[in-house]
């Protein structure tokens, strides 16, 4: 497993909105050691059995929390950052969609200078399996076992790991990284963990047409990632010149194919899949093949 | 570690940024690579017949020159018509310029800048101009400024870079006609928190000395600070004229407003409306409502919720054998008015034989959806719907389904397949779709 655990201390910001109400109980049911809310105003109250607090500052001192799920509105989001790491937090994990990219770029600036990590924004969390399971995944979805799983996406994110359960391979840690053009941790940073996690022996990446991340990570792997890496491309049939939801999600003037991307993770030695049940079973074959080995 | 920037900028200046950096295939270049940016091929690569289709806020170059002027940048002198006869009270000396204000590219080439002579000769070109549809996109006005004396055009540009993660300028020597076979395009990351050095170390990379140094550099160090308070994914100067007297004017400019910002910019409220006009029906209907939709050509509607289960779905329809209808996002965390205005817009393509909804809840609690499809079903009983279901709240969902008697699907292949297998069912004559 990656980052987190069922030691990983977290708190809440925005712990008494909606979604972060509904969210905080979720994780709190699935046995993520959920330690208290953030919510200016609301210091002294308590949501789900956990205390609630004015600032990160106090949350951290009072709980010893080193991680932080935001679940704050867009224009807020920077702050909301910014008050975590200030706070001594030193993971973020960003839910928020929406976040103007200025915004975050200014944010992932501050977290580089400190030295913290931040995954998000716009993504659904990271899960350890039986562990911890900090931002909005289904955490029935996911079972614990070998795969390491990273992607841009969230709900193909929950499809795939669905088809990886259904098919017996379970997760060590599944890292949404999110969507957006500009972000916390990328593909290479999160491939360089599950290379050294010796929980994890195969790993999927999930990537989309638009931009080069899944190229760069592409020639990442060749050079530095031995353990078996599955790959899943999705909008391999979109047309041309339209966006596909994401932010970057487009091909336009022949960049940013899903065949650019695909011919990429040949070239270095990564299994393609087309389907996610197919992913699944290329999973299966990688393992019977490190099994013989 | 080899770092190109041999930047293909456009053939003539109207064509804007189709700022596609050519480089090698290293890791560590990918700085360059994306100097293209944020969206790297939509926001920049004005690939001209393209960027209509891309939801974002472009601005004509009268209001991006308003802006510009708005923010300390020298712009000519300049009056919008909209009617040939305006021009008789235009007092700016001729020749004019005259420049149709449209979204697309290639402006020039398309005949869209003229330079008429006399009032006469102007009107008569204006009616023209004015009547111009350049790739799509219809002229809104027309632009009236002198003609200026040019003594040297260079490039000026801020994006926010994608793989560097903060905003960069894009700059050339050399402007306009001739920049496309420019060797000396520069691209400098522009650090937070941003100091005045940064322009001038800019202009000094330029190639530029004296009083043009700090001229060009503070026209730099505005343009980024606009790019900044107004939360652009572009603020693009082409080109950037040095005139015989030495002013440094904004001759033509770009400006791109990101989408995910304009509700806290008060100075862009109502744009939007204004600037969908290219869009389609459905299409403008859907961004309003924030969801993403694509129309495409074949009869199964899909419907999910994030982009990359959309998209994984679309080609799953189509690695079966179906045609997708359309791409439908409706996003995470969409309530039940949301799904069933995603529903009702789908529901309207009139190529929609079979809707395909695939939506696994995270954000999304699926007892939303349930009532938006309940509530969409007693509306249009005899549509064809698919519906796949799973994650937070399905048991809540699916008491809610059973009394409709809709089948849900538990596994994505089989639903897909089951779509598919519907949409090739023929309809009969005159059935409501």
């Known amino acids: ?293 | 570690m080899f770092f190109s920037t041999k930047l293909k900028l456009p053939k003539y200046r109207r064509v804007r940024t189709d700022v596609q950096l050519q480089l090698g295939d290293d890791m560590a270049v990918r700085s360059a690579r994306s100097a293209g940016a944020m969206r790297p091929e939509s926001r920049i690569g004005r690939a001209t017949a393209e960027r209509r289709e891309d939801w974002t806020l472009d601005l004509y170059e009268y209001e991006a020159k308003r802006i510009f002027q708005d923010h300390g940048i020298t712009v000519p002198p300049s009056v919008r018509i909209t009617k040939p006869e305006e021009l008789r009270k235009v007092h700016l000396g001729w020749p004019l310029t005259l420049k149709c204000q449209v979204l697309s590219g290639g402006r020039g080439k398309a005949g869209g800048i003229k330079f008429p002579k006399d009032l006469k000769e102007g009107e008569a070109i204006a009616k023209d101009l004015l009547q111009l549809t350049i790739k799509g996109s219809k002229t809104e006005s027309l632009l009236v400024e002198p003609r200026l004396s040019i003594a040297r055009e260079l490039y000026l540009a801020v994006v926010l870079d994608r793989a560097q993660g903060c905003p960069i300028f894009i700059a050339s020597a050399e402007g306009g006609v001739e920049i496309e076979s420019s060797h000396n395009v520069v691209t400098m990351p522009i650090p937070y928190p941003f100091h005045p050095f940064v322009g001038r170390e800019l202009a000094q990379k330029l190639g530029l000395s004296g009083s043009l140094l700090t001229k060009v550099a503070d026209v730099a160090n505005k343009l980024y600070k606009l790019f900044e308070s107004k939360d652009l994914d572009l603020a693009e100067i082409n080109p950037l004229v040095i005139t015989e007297g030495e002013d440094v004017i904004a001759l033509d400019g770009k400006i791109t407003v990101n989408d995910d910002s304009i509700h806290r910019q008060k100075y862009f409220e109502g744009w939007q409306e204004k600037h969908l006009s290219d869009l389609s029906h459905l299409e403008q209907r859907a961004k309003l409502a924030d969801l993403n939709l694509v129309e495409l050509d074949g009869n199964i509607g899909i419907l999910c919720n994030g982009a990359g289960l959309t998209m994984a779905t679309m080609d799953m329809v189509k690695a079966f054998g179906g045609e997708p209808g359309n791409f439908l996002d409706v996003g995470g965390g969409g309530d039940q008015k949301k799904t069933l205005t995603a529903l009702e817009i789908v529901n309207e393509n009139p190529k929609v034989q079979v809707i395909l909804l695939n939506i696994l809840g995270g954000i999304t609690a699926c007892d939303e959806v349930a009532g938006a499809l309940v509530e969409f079903m007693a509306k249009h009983p005899e549509r064809t719907m698919i519906v796949r279901l799973r994650g937070n709240n399905q048991d809540k969902a699916e008491q809610m389904l059973a009394k409709s008697g809709l089948k849900l699907f538990p596994d994505l292949e089989e639903a897909v397949k089951e779509a598919v297998a519907k949409s090739k069912v023929k309809q009969p004559v005159g059935a409501k779709a």
Do not use: W
Not at chain 1, 87 to 100: D, H, S
């Open chain 1, 1 to 293: 497993m990656i980052l987190v655990n069922k030691d990983t201390k977290v708190i809440v910001q925005g712990a008494t909105g909606k979604m972060g109400s509904a969210h905080t109980k979720r994780m709190i049911e699935y046995g993520t050691k959920i330690v208290g809310g953030v919510t200016p105003g609301r210091g002294g109250s308590d949501i789900h059995g956990v205390p609630v607090f004015d600032t990160v500052a106090e949350a951290v001192q009072k709980t010893g929390a080193t991680c932080s799920v935001i679940f704050v509105p867009p224009y807020l989001a920077l702050d909301a950052g910014y008050e975590a790491l200030s706070g001594g937090i030193t993971l973020l994990v960003l839910i928020t969609e929406g976040m103007p990219p200025q915004d975050t770029a200014k944010l992932v600036a501050a977290v580089k200078a400190k030295g913290a990590k931040l995954i998000g924004p716009n993504c659904p969390g990271i899960i350890t399996p039986g562990e911890s399971l900090i931002g909005i995944l289904p955490g029935s979805i996911f079972k614990s076992g070998p795969i390491g799983m990273v992607s841009k996406s969230g709900t193909l994110t929950y499809e795939i790991g669905l088809a990886l359960t259904d098919a017996g391979q379970g997760q060590s840690t599944c890292v949404g990284v999110g969507g957006d053009p500009v972000k916390g941790l990328e593909y290479p940073e999160v491939l360089q963990m599950f290379e050294n996690d010796p929980q994890t022996e195969v790993i999927v990446l999930i990537g989309e047409i638009g931009g080069n991340a899944e190229e760069e990570a592409a020639v990442f792997i060749k050079k530095n990632i031995k353990k078996p890496v599955i790959a899943y491309i999705a909008g391999q049939t979109a047309p041309p010149g339209k966006r596909m939801g994401h932010a970057g999600a487009i091909v336009s003037g022949g960049k940013g194919t899903a065949q650019s991307k695909v011919e990429a993770f040949e070239a270095a030695g990564v299994k393609v899949a087309k389907t996610p049940n197919e992913v699944a079973q290329k999973v299966g074959e990688a393992r019977k093949t490190l099994t013989r080995a």
